[in-house]
């Protein structure tokens, strides 16, 4: 079992910065590929970005590619999505996710394990 803890959400102004935390915990946090998905009301959840295990390879969505940037530090157990230029369409609950597979990390259903998400607000 993986124990995901999401952190940093809150409400910020249009153009604004966030970064998003997530510690893990239980089994060793290396083994697993990460990724950032989430959802607003009334929509189905969404990926957002994905790093590899070692952290070489970063993969993101096109609504948020050069504005986002999702990294990991493995001796703290930790991912990060560090959001620049928040618009309010970001406005949503962020999720973090944990797999061990190969299967593609923009699918929901490839990620194993889940943070119980933050909310992000952006106004406009």
């Known amino acids: 079992q993986v124990q995901l803890v999401e952190s940093g959400g809150g409400l910020v102004q249009a153009g604004g910065s966030l970064r998003l935390s997530c510690a893990a915990s239980?089994?060793?946090?290396?083994?697993?590929?990460m990724g950032w998905f989430r959802q607003a009301p009334g929509k189905e959840r969404e990926f957002v970005a994905a790093?590899?295990?070692?952290?070489?390879?970063?993969y993101y969505a096109d609504s948020v590619k050069g504005r986002f940037t999702i990294s990991r530090d493995n001796a703290k157990n930790t991912v990060y999505l560090q959001m620049t230029n928040l618009k309010p369409e970001d406005t949503a609950v962020y999720y973090c996710?944990?797999?061990?597979?190969?299967?593609?990390?923009?699918?929901?259903?490839?990620?194993?394990?889940w943070g119980q998400g933050t909310q992000v607000t952006v106004s406009s």
């Open positions: 996710a944990a797999r061990s597979n190969s299967s593609p990390y923009y699918y929901p259903t490839s990620y194993d394990y």
């Open positions: 790093i590899t295990w070692t952290g070489g390879r970063t």
């Open positions: 239980g089994r060793p946090f290396s083994n697993y590929a």
